[in-house]
């Protein structure tokens, strides 16, 4: 009988239809939404910065591959330096000139990520190491964002000189160059004016339809949700950390808008402004650098929401999510090591359960 | 499973393991088929966990069905009997069903075709009977535990007597995919198994009887509800249909909300799991004075043309069974038990033994597995553990070396089921890591006692030595000593002659 002695034959014998290509695909796939809203919204540039990021990061992950004597394609066609590269440009200013796209892509897939090993090695989000990186390096670049201006208005810039913009040859008018809100309230709380003062009457509430600046996961922050819960409803993420860091960003809003609302953003904008949304669901969620046990992703996530919180009310930067990830991510073997879950028939410490306690029971 | 369902999803379904597509129709609904009696049966006499059998028939020798051709030794042991009638053509080696392939030891009948039986002695009423004497007659029937870990009945009834169990449980799972024999057997005998569970009670002093079946089997359900109605110590319990649910531990925790410790029995907390395939074989052994000599077995998998039970004698070889089931193909793989934790067979010429549940070949889509991938700790495996365990810590461990590691994060309390690899997207071979993990750890435990030994009877032996150069120095002395005086003694005795010469000299 022919019979198959090339694989290990050992039990399991039949195994479940999931692999990490179906995982990364569903993942963009729930991005779709959101990413075409933010090409309506901002046109052109923002559509060629996203392909160049993607570009870069499938570049970045091909060129270590082959320089550590790999096959690139099998590696490639798992997703993952797609995702990397896809959650780098919905993070970004939409209008940013290419060379942003270009470097981060590559820093995120060759120094964030292979240089660690490749795929389930990097302590850090690949994604947000780059965006970090790239804000400290180039904070001019990466501050200026753009009022939303639909690319089927009059005054969106048509192809030609969407692509003049995003080679940085002609400089963004300032009439249309903006601040983010969380930018905007940084600014103008320290210059004195009070919330109560300045965002009255002014283009930077929130707006559910995003028509506000921010990078492309930040205006179309509900789709971005929306496609969160597609991802909880189809298991690929647990709720554990999506809740958590959602909490742990509303909580303190809450408490602290509630004591002095003239200092203290609402909580609405909070959660819907910069990468909140796109934080809690797609980013700190990344399996590979997050805690594998439930309570350790509860722990994580309420730190994650927390620290962003800190990060804008009090820090230096408007918008923290990037950094408290990576905070974060660097304390997630930690928290492996003390969050364990219970082996049945022993307790918490690892000693047998007491026989005489269980057959009591019932 | 489609998004809606998904939702739906049964919230008191265990956390713990996986629900893989379970492939158990249409075999499970097929009518049970009855094996033609092959020409030649291949009995192997280590078909249960402990000391093999010792054979007591000659090659030559005509046996009857049902006859004692191997007694057990120790013990923990089983008797081996003629599953028909014959003659013994061969005592010695066959391929055993492991993946091995190594030779086992099995008796060899040339069938007669005439299925001859011994004459059974059964008891009137066996509820009359001491409960030891019922174990007895469990004992001498060779009755093991069909779910698959093939314990001896006897012994496991008779420690139930010694721990005060008060529940019995009774494992209907089958929550192999695959598999439908137990299915087969409540459906289609009931009354027998309900009869088997009154017996168990009997024997185990348990008050009552817990009967739990996975809610994808409704017709073995409704069949064992029916059977049951006479019996109020008997209840029927529909579980989840969840992987692995008939797993003691987990099967035990759904049904009583017990938790076994992890270095205890079942029994230390008042409870015992039988299978319904062991009720079955329990009741035909005291009431028909039948000993475990057939079984239904599940013929199953995407190369077999009529998937569906079979009743076939113990020691039928695999190939016969395939045959009567037809093949619709050349099989990729060759499974004896479920597709989670069952073994490859290494070929079809290999018999079926009493803890055979079924025989599977795998076609060559069912058993394309992917290569291995990079662990992208998505978690999955933690999930799906029903132990609790952190499968893909531990498996890190255990690719660096680190087997103590591996040890401490609860290596020993694996139970192999296999939802951690079934999960895996990256289909790392989870279970393969961990009982190679085992076996070194295993051999370092042994390495380690034989060290210890070697190093007390060295070190006995250095004493030994000492002392015996101790009392050696101490013979030599005294032997000096000893010299000494007597010289001593000479000189006097010389002096004192010496001086009695000079005296009588004067």
Same mark, same amino acid.
């Given at each position: 009988?022919?019979?198959?002695?090339?694989?290990?034959?050992?039990?399991?014998?039949?195994?479940?239809?999931n692999?990490?290509?179906?995982?990364?695909?569903?993942?963009?796939?729930?991005?779709?939404?959101?990413?075409?809203?933010?090409?309506?919204?901002?046109?052109?540039?923002?559509?060629?910065?996203?392909?160049?990021?993607?570009?870069?990061?499938?570049?970045?992950?091909?060129?270590?591959?082959?320089?550590?004597?790999?096959?690139?394609?099998? /590696?490639? @066609?798992?997703?993952? %330096?797609?995702?990397?590269?896809? +959650? =780098? !440009? *919905?993070?970004?200013?939409? $209008?940013?000139?290419?060379?942003?796209?270009?470097?981060?892509?590559?820093?995120?897939t060759?120094?964030?990520?292979?240089?660690?090993?490749?795929?389930?090695?990097?302590?850090?989000?690949?994604?947000?190491?780059?965006?970090?990186?790239?804000?400290?390096?180039?904070?001019?670049?990466?501050?200026?964002?753009?009022?939303?201006?639909?690319?089927?208005?009059?005054?969106?810039?048509?192809?030609?000189?969407?692509?003049?913009?995003?080679?940085?040859?002609?400089?963004k008018?300032?009439?249309?160059?903006?601040?983010?809100?969380?930018?905007?309230?940084?600014?103008?709380l320290?210059?004195?004016?009070?919330?109560?003062?300045?965002?009255?009457?002014?283009?930077?509430?929130?707006?559910?339809?995003?028509?506000?600046?921010?990078?492309?996961?930040? /205006?179309? @922050?509900?789709?971005? %949700?929306?496609?969160?819960?597609? +991802? =909880? !409803? *189809?298991?690929?993420?647990? $709720?554990?950390?999506?809740?958590?860091?959602?909490?742990?960003?509303?909580?303190?809003?809450?408490?602290?808008?509630?004591?002095?609302?003239?200092?203290?953003?609402?909580?609405?904008s909070?959660?819907?402004?910069?990468?909140?949304?796109l934080?809690?669901?797609?980013?700190?969620?990344?399996y590979?650098?997050?805690?594998?046990?439930?309570?350790?992703?509860?722990?994580?996530g309420?730190?994650?929401?927390?620290?962003?919180?800190?990060?804008?009310?009090?820090?230096?930067?408007?918008?923290?999510?990037?950094?408290?990830?990576?905070?974060?991510?660097?304390?997630?073997?930690?928290?492996?090591?003390?969050?364990?879950?219970?082996?049945?028939?022993?307790?918490?410490?690892?000693?047998?359960?007491?026989p005489?306690?269980?057959?009591?029971?019932? | 499973?489609?998004?809606?369902?998904?939702?739906?999803?049964?919230?008191?379904?265990?956390?713990?393991?996986?629900?893989?597509?379970?492939?158990?129709?249409?075999?499970?609904?097929?009518?049970?088929?009855?094996?033609?009696?092959?020409?030649?049966?291949?009995?192997?006499?280590?078909?249960?966990?402990?000391?093999?059998?010792?054979?007591?028939?000659?090659?030559?020798?005509?046996?009857?069905?049902?006859?004692?051709?191997?007694?057990?030794?120790?013990?923990?042991?089983?008797?081996?009997?003629?599953?028909?009638?014959?003659?013994?053509?061969?005592?010695?080696?066959?391929?055993?069903?492991?993946?091995?392939?190594?030779?086992?030891?099995?008796?060899?009948?040339?069938?007669?075709?005439?299925?001859?039986?011994?004459?059974?002695?059964?008891?009137?009423?066996?509820?009359?009977?001491?409960?030891?004497?019922?174990?007895?007659l469990?004992?001498?029937?060779?009755?093991?535990?069909?779910?698959?870990?093939?314990?001896p009945?006897?012994?496991?009834?008779?420690?139930?007597?010694?721990?005060?169990i008060?529940?019995?449980?009774?494992n209907?799972?089958?929550?192999?995919?695959?598999?439908?024999?137990?299915?087969?057997?409540?459906?289609?005998?009931?009354?027998?198994?309900?009869?088997?569970?009154?017996?168990?009670?009997?024997?185990?002093?348990?008050?009552?009887?817990?009967?739990?079946?996975?809610?994808?089997?409704?017709?073995?359900?409704?069949?064992?509800?029916?059977?049951?109605?006479?019996?109020?110590?008997?209840?029927?319990?529909?579980?989840?249909?969840?992987?692995?649910?008939?797993?003691?531990?987990?099967?035990?925790?759904?049904?009583?909300?017990?938790?076994?410790?992890?270095?205890?029995?079942?029994?230390?907390?008042?409870?015992?799991?039988?299978?319904?395939?062991?009720a079955?074989?329990?009741?035909?052994?005291?009431?028909?004075?039948?000993?475990?000599?057939?079984?239904?077995?599940?013929?199953?998998?995407?190369?077999?043309?009529?998937?569906?039970?079979?009743?076939?004698?113990?020691g039928?070889?695999?190939?016969?069974?395939?045959a009567?089931?037809?093949?619709?193909?050349?099989?990729?793989?060759?499974?004896m038990?479920?597709?989670?934790?069952?073994?490859?067979?290494?070929?079809?010429?290999?018999?079926?033994?009493?803890?055979?549940?079924?025989?599977?070949?795998?076609?060559?889509?069912?058993?394309?597995?992917?290569?291995?991938?990079?662990?992208?700790?998505?978690?999955?495996?933690?999930?799906?553990?029903?132990?609790?365990?952190?499968?893909?810590?531990?498996?890190?461990?255990?690719?660096?070396?680190?087997?103590?590691?591996?040890?401490?994060?609860?290596?020993?309390?694996?139970?192999?089921?296999?939802?951690?690899?079934y999960?895996?997207?990256?289909?790392?071979?989870?279970?393969?890591?961990?009982?190679?993990?085992?076996?070194?750890?295993?051999?370092?435990?042994?390495?380690?006692?034989?060290?210890?030994?070697?190093?007390?009877?060295?070190?006995?032996?250095a004493?030994?030595?000492?002392?015996?150069?101790?009392?050696?120095?101490?013979?030599?002395?005294?032997?000096?000593?000893?010299?000494?005086?007597?010289?001593?003694?000479?000189?006097?005795?010389?002096?004192?002659?010496?001086?009695a010469?000079?005296?009588?000299?004067?």
């Amino acid at each position: 009988m022919n019979l198959n002695q090339l694989q290990p034959p050992t039990a399991p014998h039949s195994l479940s239809a999931n692999s990490v290509s179906r995982i990364m695909l569903t993942v963009l796939a729930t991005l779709v939404p959101a990413t075409i809203f933010g090409f309506w919204l901002y046109g052109w540039p923002a559509l060629f910065l996203w392909i160049i990021t993607v570009l870069a990061a499938l570049l970045g992950e091909a060129a270590c591959l082959k320089l550590a004597g790999n096959k690139a394609l099998p /590696t490639l @066609s798992d997703g993952s %330096a797609l995702v990397t590269g896809w +959650l =780098l !440009a *919905l993070s970004l200013p939409p $209008w940013a000139p290419w060379w942003i796209g270009a470097v981060g892509g590559l820093f995120a897939t060759t120094l964030a990520k292979q240089v660690f090993g490749g795929l389930g090695y990097n302590l850090f989000n690949p994604a947000m190491v780059a965006r970090v990186f790239l804000l400290i390096s180039f904070p001019v670049q990466m501050t200026v964002w753009i009022a939303p201006m639909p690319i089927t208005s009059a005054a969106a810039p048509g192809f030609h000189d969407g692509l003049l913009i995003f080679l940085g040859n002609i400089p963004k008018p300032d009439a249309i160059a903006s601040a983010s809100l969380l930018g905007f309230a940084k600014t103008e709380l320290s210059r004195g004016t009070d919330l109560l003062h300045s965002l009255v009457g002014s283009a930077y509430g929130i707006s559910l339809t995003g028509a506000r600046a921010g990078s492309l996961g930040e /205006t179309a @922050s509900l789709l971005i %949700a929306a496609g969160g819960l597609v +991802l =909880l !409803a *189809l298991r690929i993420i647990a $709720w554990h950390i999506p809740v958590s860091m959602i909490a742990g960003i509303a909580i303190p809003a809450l408490v602290a808008n509630a004591i002095d609302p003239a200092r203290y953003l609402d909580v609405t904008s909070h959660l819907l402004s910069g990468g909140a949304m796109l934080g809690a669901f797609y980013i700190a969620t990344d399996y590979v650098t997050s805690p594998n046990t439930k309570a350790g992703q509860v722990v994580f996530g309420l730190a994650c929401g927390f620290l962003t919180y800190v990060i804008r009310t009090w820090g230096g930067y408007p918008e923290g999510v990037a950094f408290a990830v990576l905070v974060m991510n660097a304390c997630t073997p930690v928290i492996d090591r003390y969050l364990k879950p219970r082996i049945l028939g022993r307790n918490w410490r690892g000693a047998p359960l007491d026989p005489a306690v269980e057959r009591a029971k019932s | 499973m489609g998004l809606i369902e998904k939702f739906l999803h049964n919230p008191k379904a265990p956390r713990w393991g996986v629900h893989p597509d379970d492939h158990k129709r249409p075999a499970a609904d097929a009518p049970l088929r009855t094996l033609p009696l092959p020409a030649r049966l291949y009995v192997p006499l280590l078909q249960h966990v402990g000391q093999p059998a010792r054979p007591v028939v000659l090659v030559g020798q005509e046996v009857r069905k049902g006859q004692l051709i191997a007694e057990p030794q120790g013990r923990i042991s089983a008797p081996v009997h003629a599953p028909t009638s014959g003659r013994i053509v061969a005592i010695g080696e066959i391929t055993a069903p492991h993946p091995s392939g190594l030779p086992f030891e099995a008796i060899t009948i040339e069938t007669d075709g005439h299925d001859r039986a011994v004459e059974a002695d059964v008891p009137a009423d066996p509820f009359t009977l001491a409960p030891a004497e019922v174990t007895a007659l469990i004992s001498a029937a060779g009755v093991v535990g069909l779910g698959g870990a093939t314990f001896p009945s006897s012994v496991k009834l008779a420690l139930g007597k010694r721990s005060e169990i008060t529940t019995l449980i009774v494992n209907g799972g089958e929550c192999e995919p695959y598999l439908s024999c137990d299915d087969r057997v409540m459906r289609d005998r009931a009354a027998d198994v309900i009869d088997g569970v009154r017996l168990m009670l009997h024997c185990t002093g348990a008050r009552e009887a817990l009967v739990g079946i996975e809610d994808n089997k409704p017709e073995a359900i409704a069949a064992m509800r029916r059977a049951a109605t006479r019996f109020p110590e008997i209840k029927v319990r529909p579980v989840p249909a969840r992987y692995p649910m008939g797993s003691d531990r987990q099967l035990i925790e759904t049904l009583t909300g017990k938790e076994v410790p992890s270095d205890c029995r079942a029994a230390d907390v008042g409870v015992i799991v039988n299978n319904v395939s062991t009720a079955n074989a329990v009741h035909r052994a005291v009431r028909l004075g039948e000993p475990l000599i057939e079984r239904i077995v599940t013929i199953n998998g995407g190369a077999v043309w009529q998937p569906g039970n079979i009743l076939a004698p113990i020691g039928t070889l695999a190939a016969d069974l395939l045959a009567f089931a037809g093949l619709k193909s050349e099989p990729a793989r060759l499974v004896m038990g479920g597709p989670m934790m069952g073994a490859v067979l290494p070929h079809a010429r290999v018999p079926i033994v009493k803890g055979s549940a079924g025989i599977l070949a795998f076609n060559e889509d069912e058993v394309a597995i992917p290569e291995a991938g990079p662990c992208i700790r998505c978690g999955n495996c933690v999930q799906a553990c029903p132990i609790g365990l952190l499968p893909l810590e531990m498996a890190a461990n255990v690719r660096v070396g680190d087997l103590q590691a591996a040890a401490s994060l609860g290596l020993s309390d694996c139970i192999s089921c296999g939802c951690c690899a079934y999960i895996c997207p990256s289909h790392i071979p989870l279970v393969q890591y961990f009982s190679h993990a085992k076996g070194e750890l295993w051999a370092q435990e042994r390495d380690k006692l034989r060290m210890e030994a070697t190093r007390k009877l060295a070190a006995e032996r250095a004493v030994r030595l000492e002392r015996e150069a101790a009392e050696k120095a101490e013979a030599a002395a005294r032997r000096k000593a000893e010299r000494d005086a007597a010289k001593r003694a000479e000189a006097a005795a010389k002096a004192a002659a010496e001086s009695a010469v000079t005296e009588v000299a004067e």
